[in-house]
Every structure is written in C-alpha cells, then in structure tokens.
T-cell receptor, first 118, second 112 residues
Framework: GAVVSQHPSWVICKSGTSVKIECRSL??????MFWYRQFPKQSLMLMAT?????????EQGVEKDKFLINHASLTLSTLTVTSAHPEDSSFYIC??????????????FGPGTRLTVL | AQSVTQLDSHVSVSEGTPVLLRCNYS??????LFWYVQHPNKGLQLLLK??????LVKGINGFEAEFKKSETSFHLTKPSAHMSDAAEYFC??????????FGAGTTVTVRA
C-alpha cells in the first residue's frame, strides 16, 4: 500500500511553454501533498505544500505564479511550471501524507519527473 | 529550526562489511526522524522512522538506526552490506506542519 505515482516520468519542452506534472496517491487518500525539487547530486528542497480544497502554501523564495499547484481531489495534485526556462530544468518529486492511519509525519514519495527545458 | 547534518557525503564499503551513515539533528523539541533511500531513477523509499517510542529503530532490508538524544544523533547502520545497497541515503527531520527537511545525502558505493 501507500503508492504514489507521477506523470510524466520525464518531459522535454521548449523555453516559454508550460508543463503540467501530476501526482496521484493510488491506494489512499491524501489531504496534503508536497512538491520538492532536486538538482543533480543535491538534496530535495521543499517547494510547496498542496492542500486539498485550498490554496497551496509556498516556501520562501518559490514563485507561486511560476509554479502553479492545484489539489483538486484527495488523490491528485498537479504542478504546472509556467513559461518554463532552462533554469527550471530539474527533478520534481511529489509526496503524499496519508489522511488516516498515520500517527507520524510519514510521507510517501512519487518516483519523480525529470523536466528538461531547451 | 529543525535540521539535519549528514556527516559523510560519500561512503564506500566492501560487500559483506558493516555500513555506518552518520546523521546529527538539530531540533527544539523531540523530533520525528527518518532515513530514506533513493536508488537511481527510482522514488524515495522509507527505510525507517523514529517517533519517540524505542530509541533503536529497525527498518527494512536489515537497516537500523539508534536515536541518541545526548549526542543529537540518528546514525544508520547495517551489519553486512549488499551490492543492492548502493544508493543515495537521506536523513530527514520533521519540521512541523508535516513538512520534512532533508540532509544533503550520503552516496553509498559497495565494492565487490
């Protein structure tokens, strides 16, 4: 149990276009999902917290108009990178916190999406 | 603020020998601590977690970690390394509000 999927697994786009990444919890409900960014050979940096039915909260330094997050249901959150530029190229990872049955802060991670902006 | 420091960026061991990955934490309250593993082109997998129950935490694949409050440490160990243990390992602390703060990571290589 506790499987999280991401789609697509990798994407290449032209500079100036927008890219949408989906994060789904496949076998549980998640009121909270998180989006991370990981540069090569580096650690994960939390970008934003996605809350079902409400606005996402962004970490300091993350442009909310650049990285649009929508959490429309208890199993789906999307991250849209708007007007992408080469510096947005990165590995984007989502995680989900189970709605019930967890007494700790355990998060279940998706496999990640590799974004390359040309 | 809650944070973790992984003391080794790279650890190399021979197959069959013990593995030790060191992690120190900084927290203003009793933290939740985790170790995650990331294999190439795969998602992060939870190895184990500490939640103020037992100080010695057993995880998957033979890994365990010991929470030592006096040393503010949460080191990860495995008695006998396997080739499949080659991966990136992250020590993680909960920052509150269910947010996680990741250490810089330790790359483990296993020599045959």
């Amino acid at each position: 149990g506790a499987v999280v999927s991401q789609h697509p697994s990798w994407v290449i786009c032209k500079s100036g276009t927008s890219v949408k990444i989906e994060c789904r919890s496949l076998d549980f409900q998640a009121t909270t999902m998180f989006w991370y960014r990981q540069f090569p050979k580096q650690s994960l940096m939390l970008m934003a917290t996605s809350n079902e039915g409400s606005k996402a909260t962004y970490e300091q330094g993350v442009e909310k108009d650049k990285f649009l997050i929508n959490h429309a249901s208890l199993t789906l959150s999307t991250l849209t990178v708007t007007s992408a530029h080469p510096e947005d190229s990165s590995f984007y990872i989502c995680s989900a916190r189970r709605l019930a049955g967890e007494i700790t802060d355990t998060q279940y991670f998706g496999p990640g999406t590799r974004l390359t902006v040309l | 603020a809650q944070s973790v420091t992984q003391l080794d960026s790279h650890v190399s061991v021979s197959e069959g020998t013990p593995v030790l990955l060191r992690c120190n934490y900084s927290s203003s309250y009793s933290p939740s601590l985790f170790w995650y593993v990331q294999h190439p082109n795969k998602g992060l997998q939870l190895l184990l977690k500490y939640t103020s129950a037992a100080t010695l935490v057993k995880g998957i694949n033979g890994f365990e970690a010991e929470f030592k409050k006096s040393e503010t440490s949460f080191h990860l160990t495995k008695p006998s390394a396997h080739m499949s243990d080659a991966a990136e390992y992250f020590c993680v602390v909960s920052k509150g509000d269910y947010k996680l703060s990741f250490g810089a990571g330790t790359t483990v290589t296993v020599r045959a």
